[in-house]
């Protein structure tokens, strides 16, 4: 049933275009504290809180506990990540079935791309090296599919542009 109304506009799988916004919105914050965070090494204080942890391991594990953390990193992780999704995922200003095709070609290819650089990083980058490319990983997808849509509709804006429905040519 799920399947059947997939290829009808009654069923929706993108965000509302305005939430390509609210994206930038959120992502550009995310980048500057991330920036703030790991390139300047500087700890805000106001990220210094108590949390509730499910799991917590630093000198010793603790599991379902409050925790004292910096808390920085995981609100610069939160919104780049949520930033990125609302980018990626909000409609265009003209979304139609060629659109459609079009990002199914660019999740694809990022997907392909994404998993040479994790084959790479498996065979030539090693320790905490290899750590941070696993994290550099939950945004890379994202980034490299926004950047590959990007080019594949500005290569094919004819084809998106000119697209007529085709209910509207059987009418």
């Known amino acids: 049933m799920i399947l059947k109304n997939i290829s009808t506009?009654?069923?929706?799988?993108?965000?509302?275009?305005?939430?390509?916004?609210?994206?930038?919105?959120?992502?550009?914050?995310?980048?500057?504290?991330?920036?703030v965070r790991f390139y300047f090494g500087i700890k805000l204080r106001v990220f210094d809180i108590k949390i509730f942890a499910i799991y917590s391991s630093y000198l010793e594990t603790k599991y379902f506990t409050v925790i004292e953390n910096h808390y920085s990193e995981e609100v610069a992780g939160l919104l780049l990540f949520i930033g990125l999704i609302f980018i990626a995922f909000s409609e265009e200003k003209i979304e139609n079935d060629n659109l459609q095709s079009i990002r199914l070609k660019a999740i694809i290819f990022s997907i392909y791309i994404n998993s040479l650089l994790i084959i790479l990083s498996f065979l030539f980058i090693f320790g905490f090296g290899f750590i941070e490319v696993l994290i550099a990983n939950l945004y890379s997808f994202l980034i490299m599919y926004i950047l590959i849509l990007k080019l594949l509709i500005k290569k094919n804006q004819k084809i998106v542009q000119n697209f007529q429905p085709t209910s509207i040519l059987k009418k």
Request: aromatic share 18%.
């Open 9 to 35: 506009n009654s069923f929706k799988l993108l965000l509302p275009y305005h939430f390509k916004a609210w994206g930038w919105g959120i992502l550009i914050p995310g980048l500057v504290l991330g920036i």
